[in-house]
């Protein structure tokens, strides 16, 4: 019997507060001697001081012929110029044009340079931050409602303007507690007590804006921090600044990608990049065609609607009453997603047969050709094998090579799904991992997963061309018109099974130019490094133990064994117990707020942690925290 007992939610843990401005510090640090509130115009004093020691004087500008006379008892501060010495007026008499002046003085010279646009970079700051104080004592929030805000808003619309300045402060607020490991990365409540906390009400007059800012704190207080650095529960994870901005920009304008005339940027920007994607792919010249979808699961279900498609072109119009059933295989470890499109697609369940895996979890070839003669024999034709690289729960990799033969001898359509694994084709040291991925006819890639791009960011990437927009397109006329003035193969909206299109590639597209292809491959790298680390932390700490011993990728399974479990004898009496040790220790993880790690069940493998290492902010020292916390958490328990 377990003695103890999972509580309740823990004691609430620290939240977001109220951001308040601040009103400005009276005394500030200085620059050169200078303070940040001295009037400074055009930096003349300093800048002169350093020109005339060019020349071999003192300290003042060029056109003065006088020294500035100061006063006696007063104390120079740098940068400041006093009276001139005798000695120093003799060398200002002796200046010799011809003679180079001295290194350390023409760095002043630019030091001084950058010195004066910081100052007039802050002077204008602080008087930005002085008219937004004088503002803030005008406006009164709680007063204020949405129809005071643009379009209502007369020009110049500062109260629109203050309102979103306050949303991004809490933001920024969010961002900076998200990556503070002294925070939770959760403050959990169960159901019942979240809905009790949280005013949830649709009003039918609107709440002031004082209540929509409370409304955005309180909605950021309850939300996992799913870019705290010691958040691993799932595949996507980490908060990249970049792709953060990105994401705002295309909120802010706000179009649709379904035609050239209204995202023209964003479509050609999507060409672009599907491009650089599919040469990494290992396609010549970067040929073929593309689309971002929301999720890898339509991106996945593109894939069956196109292999369909080339399959059975008349079901476009027939369906698929007219011919014989089509079947698709997939790994008995793949993503479920690849069985929804055989449910959404038609095929059906009982179509789409699950190949064995080896015992590293990779598909065997001899059971797909098997039950390939197996489906040909029973009336069936083959259309479809969906491959794996980097599969949700192991990480394992199918191995391409020893497959593609045996899609291409049966005329199967090979989909490769690489949601999660792949961002390695960034990293010249890891992407042999997918060797081989060049031999598909189509590719599933995820960067919001492993390349760290806000959510969501996933792209099909196809082989051939035009595929895509023969498969899907309805030609609505009043949409894709044949005869507008430019080129219409610019419109995506026909290559799409939605009509409206979020704009996905932009963040993808400023974080990669932002990190450049070393700054994501470096990324990779580490997150490599960090699963390495793990694997010998656990290698050597008393009651851990690998699932899979040498990962593949950058999922890395193990058996916490509390000390209750460790004399039992191997067996299913033992794994009956231990089924219930890692749902105890995620509970007692969540109340405690301050790390989350996945776990499930794997066919006859009982509960195990499946840690995911993806998370651009972790560190060695959040490697090394899980396992001391998983220990301290589950030590005591009693089965």
């Known amino acids: ?190 159901p019942a007590q979240l809905k009790g906390n949280l005013d949830l009400d649709i009003p039918e007059s609107p709440e002031t804006l004082a209540q929509l800012l409370e409304d955005i704190r309180e909605t950021a207080r309850y939300c996992v921090k799913s870019g705290h650095p010691r958040f691993f529960n799932q595949l996507s994870s980490g908060m990249d600044v970049i792709s953060l901005a990105g994401d705002w920009l295309t909120s802010t304008i706000n179009t649709n990608m379904f035609t050239y005339e209204v995202s023209p940027v964003f479509v050609i920007m999507e060409r672009m990049v599907l491009k650089r994607m599919r040469e990494m792919v290992g396609w010549a010249d970067g040929a073929g065609d593309g689309i971002f979808a929301p999720g890898g699961t339509i991106s996945n279900l593109y894939a069956v609607l196109c292999a369909k498609q080339r399959a059975y072109p008349s079901t476009k119009m027939g369906g698929l009453y007219a011919e014989k059933p089509l079947c698709m295989f997939v790994s008995k470890d793949a993503h479920y997603s690849l069985k929804s499109a055989a449910m959404v697609a038609g095929i059906g369940l009982d179509n789409c047969y699950a190949i064995e895996t080896d015992e590293r979890h990779n598909m065997c070839p001899k059971d797909l050709e098997k039950k390939i003669n197996l489906a040909k024999s029973e009336g069936k034709l083959p259309f479809f094998l969906g491959l794996t690289m980097a599969t949700t729960v192991v990480g394992s990799i199918d191995q391409i090579k020893d497959l593609a033969p045996i899609a291409a001898k049966h005329d199967i359509w090979l989909h490769v799904d690489a949601a999660w694994g792949g961002g390695v084709l960034v990293s010249n040291k890891w992407k042999h991992l997918l060797d081989g991925i060049h031999m598909a006819d189509s590719v599933t890639w995820n960067p919001h997963k492993l390349m760290g791009v806000t959510l969501q960011c996933s792209a099909l990437l196809m082989k051939e061309d035009g595929l895509l927009e023969v498969t899907n397109a309805l030609h609505a006329d009043y949409l894709f018109q044949p005869d507008k003035h430019y080129d219409i193969s610019y419109d995506t909206g026909d290559k799409a099974i939605q009509c409206g299109r979020h704009v996905d590639v932009f963040k993808l597209w400023l974080m990669w130019r932002g990190k450049g292809r070393v700054g994501i491959e470096a990324h990779i790298n580490l997150m490599f490094e960090l699963r390495d680390y793990l694997v010998e932390l656990i290698h050597g700490t008393e009651g851990f133990k690998m699932v899979f011993e040498n990962p593949q ?74 396992i001391q916390e998983i220990q301290r958490l589950g030590q005591h328990i009693v089965l």
């Open 553 to 626: 990728f950058l999922n890395v399974c193990f058996w916490y064994i509390p000390p209750c479990l460790r004399g039992m004898p191997e067996g299913p009496k033992k794994n009956k117990k231990l089924m219930r040790v890692a749902p105890i220790i995620k509970g007692r993880m969540m109340n405690k707020g301050d790390l989350m790690v996945g776990y499930q069940p794997l066919f006859d493998l009982p509960n195990f942690f499946r840690m995911i290492i993806s998370n651009q902010a972790c560190l060695r020292e959040d490697i090394y925290y899980v």
């Open 1 to 190: 019997m377990e003695t103890e007992q999972v509580s309740g939610a823990g004691s609430e843990t620290a939240c977001l507060t109220k951001h308040k401005m601040e009103p400005a510090p009276t005394s500030k640090p200085r620059l050169g001697g200078a303070s940040f509130d001295d009037p400074v115009t055009d930096g003349s004093i300093e800048k002169g001081k350093l020109e005339s020691e060019l020349r071999g004087g003192g300290g003042v500008g060029l056109n003065q012929t006088t020294p500035t006379k100061t006063d006696p008892s007063a104390k120079s501060e740098p940068g400041v110029p006093g009276e001139f010495s005798e000695e120093e007026k003799a060398a200002r008499t002796k200046f010799d044009p011809t003679v180079r002046p001295h290194a350390s003085l023409m760095r002043r010279v630019s030091e001084s340079a950058m010195l004066v646009n910081q100052r007039k970079h802050l002077s204008e700051e602080q008087k930005r931050l002085k008219e937004r104080m004088g503002l803030l004592e005008q406006v009164d929030f709680s007063k204020l409602h949405a129809k005071d805000l643009l379009p209502g808003e007369p020009r110049p619309h500062p109260m629109t303007g203050e309102f979103l300045r306050c949303v991004v402060d809490e933001l920024i607020d969010f961002i900076g507690q998200t990556h503070d490991r002294e925070l939770p990365v959760l403050e959990f409540h169960h």
